[in-house]
């Protein structure tokens, strides 16, 4: 029984280590967007412009695809910052809205009140 236990507590360790992997892997996410913003805005406009010559174009765009996959703003992703959880999240509080709507209710939010009329 008390194996059952330890191997339960092990489980719930590994499951928390886990949402902060995705949450770490996301800021990372958006660090690397941050960083190679400026180079991928100026290599997508080259690529789009049509004045130029093909050979150029396609030399920036060989270039646009060897920057890191994970600098691209489409791979970040909004997560609660206490759960992980990846939909349902209010932008403004950074967390999902059932974590939102328990805090709340506990009048841990300053400001924020159930409605009532």
Known sequence: MLDFILKGRNLLVKMEVRKENRNIRDNHRRLLAEKF??????????V???????EMRELHAYK??????????????NRCVFTGRPRGVYQLFRMSRLVFRS??????LEGIRKASW
């Open 37 to 46: 913003e400026l180079k991928r805005n100026f290599f997508k406009a080259l």
């Open 64 to 77: 646009l695809a060897k920057l890191p996959r994970n600098s691209s703003f489409t791979r970040v992703r």
């Open 48 to 54: 789009r412009d049509p004045t130029l010559p093909q």
């Open 103 to 108: 805090l709340a209710s506990q009048g841990l």
